[in-house]
């Protein structure tokens, strides 16, 4: 899009204070994800869950200087506002106009299943036939829909747009704003369908953005989904896929894995060479093969446009490089869309200097100078250190690019070059387009190579803590405990993500946790839950916050505090012993407590407790009289302190199985790992970790011959036997040796065989067949699970992260 403020504000019927020649192009609505300030309004969006207004600020802060919001703030000068009666209205408004006035051709896509990636294939298959726009991600909502449309410019001809509802009326409201000339409905599933009362009543909805539309491609399989849209859309060009004959495009022959498909199209009959044959890839072939002929493209072009899909995979990988660099590297496909989620992802390090190796860009179809002229105001913006440009076409417009830029003609220039070894403490952006190889550099760059890794997903944790929110009140706070370096996982990388994602506190065991995250840059309030004397100072000095769980602890402290000359009101935090019996004030001590706080120049921050058993059952009349005591004993400190700190007592699964007694603020722990002993929440989570490595050796064992140290295995038959490189310096237990333990490949349990030993073990892999040297073996994950892998080892999962040694490489995932 392209208007003035003026503009805008006559399109909507919004109100202006400011200068209305301001020419807006984009609109942000996450204060974090601003990827250029030029040109940029950001619209506060105020939702049930929160509002969008206390980000003005910050979006002020990053230098945007059109604010849209139902509120004026007179607080922020030079600012120009558009004063809207409800933002999501105004969004679908500009967007509906914006869209009506476009001409161009436009696909939208709903159903259940398949939105995106049909979506993303179509794109593949399309943008060098047509200067071609999309949502980005999966933005199909309310919001998401409008804020793809304004993408749209002048120069585009074809929009492939999602379109996706979770609740009855949503998707009138959708079309109201978005009438594709093409509809594209993939499988319904009874899945998302919990908001609505029938499979019928979804299927109603989901159809009416086809109001419109004058050709309407659908999956036919389900006959329900036929018949409605037979009745309700008669006088269109309609045409089915599926699996059944009866569909208009169907496969003809039997589905092998040699032989090409055969897909019947009316009269037709084209050969298709498919690779992967699972169902859901054959019915969103199906889609896709459709869509294409009706756009004309010939059959040639289509077997060889669908042999070079891409799976669509959008993974940032950050790893430890040599000379303490960390590398991000997205060496998989590169367009603009992908290109801003890598740099919006590299922002949340906070290394002082940082680089990037870009490629050409390929798969966009504009005019290489606004192309580039747009990639280069993304990467000015981020202020890198070093440029490296490989590509004949991205050299030409190094011009563009700000502060030290290098050019190169491929990859291995660059390598060559040597530039990249001088590189230290920084944070590296490998990006790059698939045929550059650019994952040679990651190679080159990459601190040890150990087949053996601990995964971290960051999104899974996000969703975790999402979850466990959802079941609190909207104010209450989150601490999330990051002690024992996250639970095994590393501290850094976890409280760097959840610092971003706005977590209230963060909680570590000692002082020295806390300052290592100070000194990375880790801004957020730290609670310190086990402060010892000689780090008082350390504390202090870190602005770190001690609980303080006796009164010898809080004279001691406070020496401190007055040592160093401190004169604001310290925080610190108070811990009442209710039941646990580890640390904390007893009941009969709280009036000491009161009096020795009494003319301290400290704050307490929060008053809080432990429970000892809020995941089991049977202790629930001892949890309810910890409750009940923390209740009484808060309440009676507070009355005396004549000034009300927060309060909190629930870990994770008191999150779970105790939400009444929420107070101010909760600690989540292993809830936000993915973890509960509650089955049905624990079926709400997603697993984060996983251990994993390859197979070494594969050998074939004879009836007779032994395994391993002490011959504690000895085969009774020809035996296939796996030698993998963990071992119990690795932090497997060794007492998980001699079947007792099993480890996954192709997600079939192999038993752990003989003795393990320091650095490796066996498995025995004779019954998977198919088995090779080089294949990724699971030790926890999905097969076994973190808690099954927990059961083998006799304890819980929280004693087997914590185990697994430093010396296992940590990479950390977001999707
Ligand atoms: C570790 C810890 C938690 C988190 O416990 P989980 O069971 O992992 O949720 C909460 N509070 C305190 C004081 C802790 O030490």
């Keep these: 899009m392209n208007y003035t403020v003026q503009q805008i504000a006559e399109i909507t019927r919004a109100k202006v204070i400011g200068d209305t020649t301001t020419v807006v192009k984009n609109i942000a609505f996450d204060s974090r994800i601003i990827y250029s300030t030029k040109n940029t309004a950001f619209i506060a969006i105020n939702t049930k869950k929160n509002s969008g207004e206390k980000f003005v600020e910050s979006a002020i802060d990053r230098g945007i200087t059109v604010i849209i919001a139902e509120h004026y703030d007179p607080k922020f000068i030079n600012i120009t506002w558009i004063i809207v009666e409800n933002a999501i209205t105004f ?43 999309k949502s980005p991600k999966s933005f199909n909502s309310q919001i998401g829909l409008p804020l793809s449309l304004l993408q749209i410019n002048t120069n585009h001809q074809l929009g492939i747009f999602e379109a996706g ?32 009362k029938s499979e019928e009543e979804l299927i109603d909805e989901k159809i009416q953005l086809f109001k419109r539309s004058e050709i309407i491609i659908y999956n036919g399989d389900n006959s329900l989904t036929e018949n409605k849209i ?20 169907y496969i003809k022959n039997t589905i092998s894995k040699e032989e090409d498909l055969i897909i019947a199209y009316h009269n037709e009959e084209i050969r298709l060479p498919v690779h992967q044959r699972d169902e859901a ?57 992908s290109l801003k989620t890598a740099l919006q992802f590299l922002k949340e390090y906070n290394k002082p200097k940082k680089s990037l190796v870009l490629t050409d860009i390929i798969g966009v179809n504009s005019k290489s100078e606004e192309l580039y002229e747009e990639v280069s105001e993304l990467v000015n913006e ?35 070059s040597k530039y990249l070894t001088d590189i230290e403490n920084q944070v590296i952006l490998l990006k790059g387009a698939r045929k550059f190889e650019i994952e040679k550099i990651k190679d080159l760059l990459e601190l040890r190579k150990h087949d053996t890794v601990l995964e971290i997903n960051l999104n899974a944790i996000l969703h975790n803590i999402n979850y466990h929110k959802s079941l609190l009140r909207p104010e209450t706070k989150m601490m999330a405990m990051v002690k024992a370096n996250a639970y095994g996982l590393g501290s850094y990388e976890v409280s760097e993500f959840l610092q971003h994602h706005h977590i209230d506190y963060l909680g570590v065991a000692y002082a020295d946790e806390g300052v290592e995250l100070r000194k990375k840059g880790i801004t957020t309030p730290i609670v310190v839950m086990n402060p010892e004397q000689h780090s008082y100072d350390a504390i202090i000095q870190y602005n770190l916050e001690p609980e303080i769980y006796s009164v010898r602890v809080l004279d001691l402290f406070y020496k401190a505090v007055q040592k160093s000359g401190n004169d604001t009101k310290y925080p610190i935090h108070i811990k009442l012993e209710t039941g646990m ?8 001590e709280l009036d000491y407590l009161y009096e020795s706080l009494k003319d301290k120049n400290l704050k307490v921050q929060s008053i809080f407790s432990h429970l000892s058993s809020s995941d ?24 005396n302190l004549g000034y009300q700190p927060l309060r909190h007592i629930l870990n994770s699964s008191g999150i779970t199985n105790y939400t009444d007694n929420q107070y101010d603020m909760v600690r989540i722990g292993i809830g936000m790992l993915g973890e509960s002993s509650n089955i049905e929440i624990q079926k709400q989570l997603h697993s984060c970790v996983s251990f994993k490595t390859v197979i070494s050796q594969i050998s ?57 030993c320091m650095d490796m073990m066996m498995i025995n892999v004779d019954h998977i067949t198919g088995v090779k040297e080089g294949d990724i073996v699971t030790v926890f994950n999905s097969k076994p699970t973190l808690k099954e892998f927990a059961e083998y080892c006799k304890t819980i999962t929280y004693e087997v992260l914590t185990s697994i040694s430093p010396r296992v490489k940590r990479i950390y995932i977001k999707d």
């Design 382 to 416: 981020q202020n890198f250190d070093s440029v490296f440009l490989i590509g004949e076409e991205i050299t030409q417009f190094k011009k563009f690019f700000n502060g030290a830029t290098f050019t190169f003609n491929d990859t291995y220039e660059l390598i060559d």
């Design 700 to 756: 074939l064992v004879e009836k007779g011959e032994s395994v391993g140290y002490s011959r504690k295995y000895k085969a009774d038959h020809l035996t296939k036997i796996a030698t993998i490189p963990v071992g119990y310096a690795d932090g497997i237990p060794r007492l998980i040796g001699n079947s007792v333990g099993s480890v996954g490949i192709h997600k079939i349990l192999a038993p752990i065989v003989g003795n393990i």
């Design 616 to 639: 089991v059952p049977e202790e629930k009349e001892f949890t309810v009289q910890q409750l009940e005591k923390f209740r009484k004993n808060s309440e009676y400190l507070i009355k």
């Design 91 to 133: 969004l679908q408004n500009l967007a509906k106009y914006h869209f009506e006035h476009s001409h161009l051709k436009s696909i939208g896509i709903t159903g259940s299943n398949g939105k995106t990636i049909l979506k993303e294939w179509l794109y593949q298959c399309l943008w060098n036939e047509y200067s071609t726009v």
């Design 165 to 196: 509802i979770s609740q009855p009326f949503e998707m009138q409201n959708l079309e109201e704003i978005f009438h594709p000339k093409i509809g594209l409905l993939t499988h319904i599933g009874t899945a998302h369908s919990a908001n609505f």
């Design 230 to 249: 037979q009745q309700l859309y008669s006088g269109r060009k309609l045409i089915s896929y599926g699996f059944k004959e009866s569909n208009d495009v």
């Design 581 to 588: 019996h580890r640390l904390g004030f007893k009941e009969h």
């Design 281 to 337: 890839t054959l019915t969103n072939v199906l889609a896709l093969f459709t869509v294409l002929k009706v756009l004309h493209i010939d059959n040639t072009k289509i077997v060889d446009k669908i042999n070079a899909l891409k799976a669509v995979e959008m993974r940032l990988e950050a790893i430890e490089g040599i000379k303490n660099n960390i590398i991000v590297n997205d060496s998989f496909n590169l367009d603009l869309d």
